[in-house]
Protein backbone atom coordinates (compact mmCIF):
# COMPACT_ATOMS: atom_id res chain seq x y z
CA UNK A 1 0.00 0.00 0.00
CA UNK A 2 1.27 2.97 -0.97
CA UNK A 3 1.92 5.94 1.91
CA UNK A 4 -0.73 8.14 2.52
CA UNK A 5 1.44 11.14 3.66
CA UNK A 6 3.33 11.11 -0.21
CA UNK A 7 2.13 13.62 -3.01
CA UNK A 8 0.03 12.47 -5.99
CA UNK A 9 0.81 14.35 -8.72
CA UNK A 10 -2.16 16.08 -10.24
CA UNK A 11 -3.41 13.89 -13.69
CA UNK A 12 -1.79 10.65 -11.90
CA UNK A 13 -4.07 7.86 -11.98
CA UNK A 14 -4.90 6.28 -8.66
CA UNK A 15 -6.70 3.20 -7.90
CA UNK A 16 -7.88 3.30 -4.27
CA UNK A 17 -9.70 -0.13 -2.49
CA UNK A 18 -11.80 1.63 0.35
CA UNK A 19 -12.80 0.01 3.97
CA UNK A 20 -16.08 -1.77 1.88
CA UNK A 21 -13.56 -3.32 -0.36
CA UNK A 22 -14.73 -1.15 -3.80
CA UNK A 23 -12.07 -0.29 -5.92
CA UNK A 24 -11.85 2.89 -7.07
CA UNK A 25 -9.78 4.23 -9.92
CA UNK A 26 -9.59 7.87 -11.70
CA UNK A 27 -6.94 10.55 -12.36
CA UNK A 28 -6.17 12.69 -9.41
CA UNK A 29 -7.39 16.35 -9.51
CA UNK A 30 -6.42 16.98 -5.73
CA UNK A 31 -4.57 15.83 -2.90
CA UNK A 32 -4.91 17.17 0.84
CA UNK A 33 -2.06 15.74 2.80
CA UNK A 34 -3.08 16.83 6.24
CA UNK A 35 -6.74 15.47 5.97
CA UNK A 36 -5.52 12.63 3.80
CA UNK A 37 -8.32 13.70 1.07
CA UNK A 38 -7.62 12.47 -2.64
CA UNK A 39 -9.76 13.49 -5.23
CA UNK A 40 -10.46 11.94 -8.41
CA UNK A 41 -12.26 12.26 -11.76
CA UNK A 42 -13.36 8.93 -12.46
CA UNK A 43 -15.20 7.34 -15.36
CA UNK A 44 -19.13 8.14 -15.26
CA UNK A 45 -21.56 6.01 -14.40
CA UNK A 46 -23.88 6.22 -17.04
CA UNK A 47 -20.66 5.89 -19.34
CA UNK A 48 -21.40 8.94 -20.83
CA UNK A 49 -17.87 9.98 -22.71
CA UNK A 50 -18.88 13.95 -21.58
CA UNK A 51 -19.50 13.43 -18.09
CA UNK A 52 -17.23 12.15 -14.94
CA UNK A 53 -17.70 11.11 -11.79
CA UNK A 54 -15.84 13.36 -8.73
CA UNK A 55 -15.15 11.06 -5.81
CA UNK A 56 -13.66 12.00 -2.58
CA UNK A 57 -11.73 9.25 -0.47
CA UNK A 58 -10.29 9.61 2.64
CA UNK A 59 -7.07 7.52 2.38
CA UNK A 60 -6.91 7.13 6.14
CA UNK A 61 -9.60 4.55 5.94
CA UNK A 62 -8.27 3.14 2.78
CA UNK A 63 -7.19 -0.35 2.55
CA UNK A 64 -4.66 0.08 -0.26
CA UNK A 65 -3.68 2.65 -2.72
CA UNK A 66 -1.53 1.87 -5.88
CA UNK A 67 -0.03 4.74 -8.37
CA UNK A 68 -0.88 3.27 -11.71
CA UNK A 69 0.46 5.61 -13.77
CA UNK A 70 2.77 8.57 -12.90
CA UNK A 71 2.21 12.45 -14.19
CA UNK A 72 5.04 14.87 -15.07
CA UNK A 73 2.34 17.31 -15.69
CA UNK A 74 3.10 20.53 -13.73
CA UNK A 75 0.53 22.56 -12.22
CA UNK A 76 0.58 26.43 -13.10
CA UNK A 77 1.52 28.35 -9.88
CA UNK A 78 -1.86 29.75 -8.05
CA UNK A 79 -2.15 33.12 -8.90
CA UNK A 80 -1.31 35.59 -6.13
CA UNK A 81 -4.54 37.34 -4.16
CA UNK A 82 -5.37 40.34 -3.15
CA UNK A 83 -5.94 40.75 -0.01
CA UNK A 84 -7.16 44.45 0.03
CA UNK A 85 -10.06 43.03 -2.35
CA UNK A 86 -10.89 40.48 0.31
CA UNK A 87 -10.62 42.52 2.94
CA UNK A 88 -13.02 45.41 1.39
CA UNK A 89 -15.59 42.70 0.57
CA UNK A 90 -15.56 41.12 3.89
CA UNK A 91 -16.17 44.79 5.31
CA UNK A 92 -18.92 45.11 2.49
CA UNK A 93 -20.56 42.14 3.94
CA UNK A 94 -20.46 42.53 7.45
CA UNK A 95 -21.75 46.14 6.88
CA UNK A 96 -24.46 44.47 4.84
CA UNK A 97 -25.50 42.01 8.04
CA UNK A 98 -25.42 44.35 10.50
CA UNK A 99 -27.70 46.63 8.47
CA UNK A 100 -30.17 43.20 8.12
CA UNK A 101 -29.75 42.83 12.14
CA UNK A 102 -30.83 46.78 12.71
CA UNK A 103 -33.78 46.09 10.37
CA UNK A 104 -34.76 43.43 11.71
CA UNK A 105 -34.40 44.80 15.11
CA UNK A 106 -36.10 48.04 14.59
CA UNK A 107 -40.05 46.59 15.87
CA UNK A 108 -41.14 47.69 12.33
CA UNK A 109 -43.71 46.04 9.44
CA UNK A 110 -41.47 43.72 7.06
CA UNK A 111 -42.07 46.49 4.24
CA UNK A 112 -40.38 49.26 6.51
CA UNK A 113 -37.53 46.81 6.73
CA UNK A 114 -36.90 46.04 2.96
CA UNK A 115 -37.91 49.64 2.00
CA UNK A 116 -34.89 50.70 4.82
CA UNK A 117 -32.59 47.25 2.95
CA UNK A 118 -33.51 48.97 -0.24
CA UNK A 119 -31.95 52.63 0.64
CA UNK A 120 -28.90 51.24 2.03
CA UNK A 121 -27.91 49.80 -1.24
CA UNK A 122 -27.18 52.65 -2.40
CA UNK A 123 -26.64 55.30 0.70
CA UNK A 124 -24.80 54.06 3.70
CA UNK A 125 -26.17 56.88 5.95
CA UNK A 126 -29.04 55.38 7.40
CA UNK A 127 -30.35 54.71 10.67
CA UNK A 128 -33.23 54.11 12.39
CA UNK A 129 -34.87 56.68 15.00
CA UNK A 130 -37.46 54.71 16.64
CA UNK A 131 -39.85 54.03 13.69
CA UNK A 132 -38.84 56.38 11.03
CA UNK A 133 -35.74 55.62 8.85
CA UNK A 134 -33.47 58.48 8.94
CA UNK A 135 -31.21 59.73 6.11
CA UNK A 136 -28.21 61.63 5.71
CA UNK A 137 -29.17 62.49 9.46
CA UNK A 138 -31.66 65.58 7.61
CA UNK A 139 -33.97 63.41 5.84
CA UNK A 140 -36.64 61.51 7.74
CA UNK A 141 -39.12 58.77 6.40
CA UNK A 142 -42.16 58.31 8.94
CA UNK A 143 -44.89 55.35 8.98
CA UNK A 144 -46.13 54.64 6.30
CA UNK A 145 -43.33 55.20 4.78
CA UNK A 146 -44.80 56.52 1.58
CA UNK A 147 -43.50 59.65 -0.54
CA UNK A 148 -45.56 61.89 1.76
CA UNK A 149 -43.81 60.65 4.51
CA UNK A 150 -40.52 62.03 3.47
CA UNK A 151 -39.60 64.71 5.35
CA UNK A 152 -36.28 67.29 5.93
CA UNK A 153 -35.19 69.89 8.04
CA UNK A 154 -34.53 72.13 5.14
CA UNK A 155 -35.90 72.91 1.81
CA UNK A 156 -38.71 70.45 0.90
CA UNK A 157 -36.72 71.33 -3.18
CA UNK A 158 -33.47 70.14 -1.49
CA UNK A 159 -31.72 67.31 -3.59
CA UNK A 160 -31.22 64.88 -1.25
CA UNK A 161 -34.68 64.98 -0.33
CA UNK A 162 -35.93 64.55 -3.80
CA UNK A 163 -33.33 61.82 -4.46
CA UNK A 164 -35.08 60.24 -1.64
CA UNK A 165 -38.83 60.29 -2.30
CA UNK A 166 -37.92 58.97 -5.68
CA UNK A 167 -36.47 55.58 -4.09
CA UNK A 168 -39.74 55.62 -1.83
CA UNK A 169 -41.73 55.95 -4.64
CA UNK A 170 -40.30 53.70 -6.91
CA UNK A 171 -39.76 50.91 -3.86
CA UNK A 172 -43.69 51.38 -3.33
CA UNK A 173 -44.74 51.06 -6.86
CA UNK A 174 -42.50 48.01 -6.87
CA UNK A 175 -43.98 46.36 -4.28
CA UNK A 176 -47.32 47.15 -5.09
CA UNK A 177 -46.60 45.13 -8.63
CA UNK A 178 -44.87 42.28 -7.18
CA UNK A 179 -48.29 41.52 -5.19
CA UNK A 180 -50.39 41.82 -7.59
CA UNK A 181 -47.97 39.62 -9.84
CA UNK A 182 -48.28 37.15 -7.00
CA UNK A 183 -51.78 37.13 -6.57
CA UNK A 184 -53.69 33.74 -7.96
CA UNK A 185 -56.07 34.82 -10.61
CA UNK A 186 -59.09 32.91 -9.99
CA UNK A 187 -61.79 31.98 -13.09
CA UNK A 188 -65.19 31.56 -12.06
CA UNK A 189 -67.23 29.36 -14.25
CA UNK A 190 -70.48 30.87 -15.96
CA UNK A 191 -73.90 28.95 -14.64
CA UNK A 192 -75.01 26.77 -17.62
CA UNK A 193 -78.20 28.77 -18.94
CA UNK A 194 -81.69 26.90 -18.10
CA UNK A 195 -83.02 25.63 -20.76
CA UNK A 196 -86.86 25.05 -20.68
CA UNK A 197 -87.65 21.82 -22.25
CA UNK A 198 -90.09 22.61 -25.44
CA UNK A 199 -93.88 20.99 -25.07
CA UNK A 200 -94.23 18.00 -26.71
CA UNK A 201 -97.23 17.95 -29.69
CA UNK A 202 -100.61 15.72 -28.18
Known amino acids: ?23 IEGEVLGFEPTTKMLILKCQSTNNNPLLSNINIVNLAFAKDVQVKKESSFNPPPLPSLNLNRLNNRIKTQIQDKKRQISAMSANVSPEAQKLYLTITKTIPEVTWQGQNIVVYDQV ?19 KAILYIKNIVEKFVKDTASQQVSSTPITHRSKPAAATAAAPQPQ
Open 140 to 158: IISPPYKADNVKGTGNQED
Open 1 to 23: MAGVNECFSIGSVVMCTNCFDEE
